[in-house]
């Protein structure tokens, strides 16, 4: 799968899903696996950096990123 799920809980680090195929929609999989109310985004596996030296480091940064692609649902 060429997508990755994005969110950050406050005060934590930049958490990476990788989703597989497992019939449910990439929407889905976010509102299922990211904390209740936390916005995730859909992003093109080259938008996460492939050094994960710095990774405690990154940051997410919705000025770039755009709208969220959803909220977890806490499901």
Request: one cysteine or more; charged letters at 25%.
């Amino acid at each position: 799968m060429d997508k990755r799920i994005l969110f950050q809980p406050p005060g934590a680090v930049v958490h990476v899903l990788i989703p597989v195929e497992c019939g449910l929609t990439l929407e889905e999989i976010g509102v299922k696996d990211v904390p209740e109310g936390l916005p995730f985004w859909i992003v093109d596996i080259e938008a996460v950096p492939a050094d994960r030296s710095f990774r405690a480091a990154w940051e997410l940064d919705p000025g770039t990123l755009g709208p969220a692609s959803g909220k977890g649902g806490g499901v």
